[in-house]
C-alpha cells in the first residue's frame, strides 16, 4: 500500500505543476482553430515544395491535439486534396511543436528541452521529407490514397471530423470577440482536453508507478550510463523503442520522459522518445487501417528513422553550446500543493477552464462529446 501511495503522490504532484500550463496551451490552440477553418487548411497544403510544409508545420503547431486526433486529422486532410507529406508535416506539428508541450517541458525538465523540442521538431519534419522524396514510390502513394478513401474508422474519427471555426466574416479580432467566437473556443477547448485526457491520465500513473518502483540502477545499466560517448549514440536509437511500447501519446509521455531523464537516458534521448509519440503500437494499426499495411511500414521506419536524427541533432547542437542540463540535478516533482505561484496559476486558469467548459455545456456540447 505504502509504494501506490508513494506512486500516485508522484503522479499527483506532476499533474499539480503541469495544470495550468495545459490549459493555457490548450486555450491558445482553441482560439486558433476557432477562426481557421479546414478548408483553408487544405487550400494551402497542395503540395511538398519547402515553403509548403514550413506553412504545414506553422498550422499543425497552432492546431496542437493529441496524436491519435493528429493523425485522423491528417488523413481527413489527404483525403480532401492535401498532399501526403505536407499533411504528415502537419500531423507531426500538431503533437511535437506545440505551446503545451513546451511549457510543460520548461516546467518539468528546464528550458533547454523546450528549446530542443522547437529545434528538433523542424529536424525531423525535414527529415521526413527527404525519406519520403526516396522511399514514397508513386504507387504505393497511389495505393494509400485509394486505402484512405474507404474511410476506415481510428481513432478520434469524430474529432477529426468535426470543424468548429468561427462561420461568420470580419477580421480576427471581431469573429474571435463575438458570442459565436466565445462558443467555438469553447468547444475546441473542450473536445481537445477530451481527446487527450485519457492518454494524459495514463502516462502520469505509468510515470508514477515507474518512478516509485523501477530502481534508477536499472535505467543506468539499460542507458549506459557508465559510458558518456556510447550512451549518446545509443540514447536516440533506443528512445524511440521506448516509446513504441509504452503506448502513451503527445503529451502523456512527458511525465515518463521525466523519469527517463532522471533515471541517465542521454539528452537526445529524451527528444527522441518525445518525438516517437507518432509510432506506439495503436498508432501504427490505425495507420494500417488508414493507409493499408505497406505505407504503414513505411510511416514507422520513416518517423522513427527522423526522431532518431532529430535526437541527434539536437544531442550535437545543445551540446555544442554547452546547454545540455546536469543529469545529476534531475529529479521529479514531489511537494505537492504550495501556495506558491503555481497553486494561484492552477486556480485562475481553472476558473478559466470552467467557464469554457460551462458554455460548452450550454451550447450542445453533451452532444459533440457523444459524436466523438
Not at 101 to 113: D, E, P, R, T
Not at 226 to 241: E, F, I, R, S
Not at 282 to 304: D, F, H, K, Q, S
Not at 317 to 340: I, K, S, T, Y
Request: charged share 10%; net charge positive.
Amino acid at each position: 500500500m505504502h509504494a501506490i501511495l508513494h506512486a500516485l503522490s508522484i503522479t499527483g504532484s506532476m499533474t499539480w505543476e503541469i495544470t495550468w500550463a495545459l490549459i493555457l496551451g490548450f486555450g491558445l490552440s482553441a482560439v486558433v482553430q476557432a477562426v481557421v477553418r479546414k478548408s483553408t487548411v487544405v487550400s494551402l497544403l497542395g503540395d511538398h515544395r519547402p515553403r509548403t510544409l514550413a506553412v504545414a508545420a506553422g498550422l499543425g503547431a497552432a492546431s496542437s491535439s493529441c496524436s491519435y486526433a493528429a493523425v485522423a486529422l491528417a488523413r481527413s486532410l489527404f483525403r480532401k486534396g492535401a498532399d501526403f507529406t505536407a499533411a504528415m508535416a502537419f500531423e507531426i506539428a500538431s503533437t511535437n511543436l506545440v505551446i503545451e508541450l513546451g511549457v510543460i517541458l520548461a516546467l518539468l525538465m528546464g528550458w533547454q528541452f523546450t528549446a530542443a523540442e522547437f529545434t528538433g521538431g523542424p529536424v525531423m519534419i525535414v527529415a521526413v521529407a527527404l525519406l519520403f522524396r526516396v522511399l514514397l514510390k508513386p504507387d504505393l502513394l497511389h495505393a494509400a490514397r485509394a486505402q484512405a478513401e474507404r474511410g476506415l474508422a481510428g481513432s478520434m474519427e469524430g474529432h477529426a471530423a468535426m470543424d468548429m471555426s468561427v462561420r461568420r466574416e470580419g477580421s480576427f479580432a471581431r469573429r474571435l470577440g463575438s458570442p459565436e467566437g466565445f462558443t467555438s473556443v469553447a468547444h475546441v477547448f473542450v473536445m481537445e482536453w477530451a481527446a487527450i485526457l485519457r492518454d494524459l491520465v495514463i502516462g502520469l500513473l505509468i510515470a508514477g508507478a515507474i518512478a516509485a518502483w523501477v530502481p534508477d540502477s536499472f535505467w543506468q545499466a539499460f542507458f549506459i550510463t557508465g559510458h558518456p560517448t556510447a550512451a549518446k549514440v545509443w540514447g536516440p536509437l533506443v528512445g524511440p523503442l521506448v516509446a513504441l511500447a509504452s503506448f502513451v501519446c503527445s503529451i502523456g509521455n512527458v511525465p515518463l520522459a521525466v523519469v527517463l531523464w532522471k533515471g541517465g537516458i542521454s539528452f537526445g534521448g529524451v527528444i527522441a522518445f518525445i518525438f516517437a509519440d507518432l509510432v506506439i503500437l495503436p498508432i501504427l494499426n490505425i495507420y494500417r487501417r488508414y493507409y493499408g499495411a505497406r505505407t504503414a511500414v513505411l510511416l514507422l521506419l520513416t518517423l522513427y528513422a527522423a526522431a532518431v536524427v532529430a535526437g541527434y541533432a539536437v544531442e550535437l547542437l545543445f551540446g555544442g553550446l554547452g546547454w545540455v542540463p546536469d543529469q545529476a540535478a534531475a529529479g521529479l516533482p514531489a511537494e505537492g500543493v504550495r501556495w506558491d505561484y503555481t497553486t494561484w496559476l492552477n486556480i485562475a486558469f481553472l476558473l478559466a477552464g470552467g467557464a469554457l467548459l460551462l458554455r460548452f455545456l450550454r451550447t450542445g456540447g453533451a452532444a459533440m462529446l457523444r459524436m466523438m
